[in-house]
């Protein structure tokens, strides 16, 4: 006879009881009830990270409307949830409780950006896709290696804009980013190739 299976009804706390600041992964995140479990990601999953960061940093050097981080991070846009986007701009109206940012005074984001990875399809393109635009994120990018295009989603819409050359962004006006994708792609390939025999 079989048993029914057990589900186990998670808390934030419970989440962070299986953090370490000693260990980055696996990434845990917790939204809608649901435990998400992330191994740590691949070599190429990480030199897009970088890239799309760098991307962001100098942009935001310019035009100071925010900071660019990457996870690990342990953001609750929502009460009850922990997130962790691959790239993240905090808006720079952020106001702290402390001398120092501390995760929980990010209440929204302008941009949150996941790289997809084998491992997290479904999540990136639906859970977190929902969540992010459902809580305060301006906007998201998916991130398609495989593809080479960003997919780009905005509060309300009913599908992304799939990007393939450049686009801009400018989510407090003032000179635009301007993303030039197969630039992009071309520098995360020739950085992967250095590791390829």
């Known amino acids: 006879m079989a048993m029914p299976a057990i589900r186990r009804r998670w808390t ?11 260990r980055a992964w696996p990434r845990y995140e917790f939204i809608a009830g649901e435990l998400l479990v992330t191994p740590a990601p691949g070599l190429i999953h990480q030199i897009a990270t970088t890239e799309v960061w760098t991307v962001l940093e ?15 991070s342990d953001l609750e846009l929502k009460p009850g949830t922990i997130t962790q ?21 990010v209440k929204s984001l302008l941009l949150a950006v996941e790289v997809l990875s084998p491992s997290s399809l479904r999540a990136d ?10 809580n305060g994120a301006e906007e998201y990018w998916i991130v398609d290696l495989d593809a080479q295009l960003f997919e780009r989603w905005r509060p309300a819409q009913e599908t992304p804009e799939l990007l393939r050359d450049r686009f801009e962004w400018a989510p407090r006006g003032g000179e635009p980013l301007v993303m030039d994708i197969p630039a992009l792609f071309a520098r995360i390939d020739r950085k992967m190739r250095m590791f390829v025999r």
């Open 58 to 72: 100098a942009y935001l050097a310019r035009e100071p409307i925010g900071l660019a981080v990457t996870s690990p």
């Open 125 to 134: 393109r639906v859970k977190k896709r929902d969540f992010y635009l459902d």
């Open 85 to 105: 986007p691959d790239v993240f701009v905090i808006p720079a109206e952020t106001r702290i409780m402390a001398d120092v940012l501390q995760w929980p005074d």
């Open 12 to 22: 934030t706390a419970d989440v962070r009881a299986l953090t370490s600041e000693e």
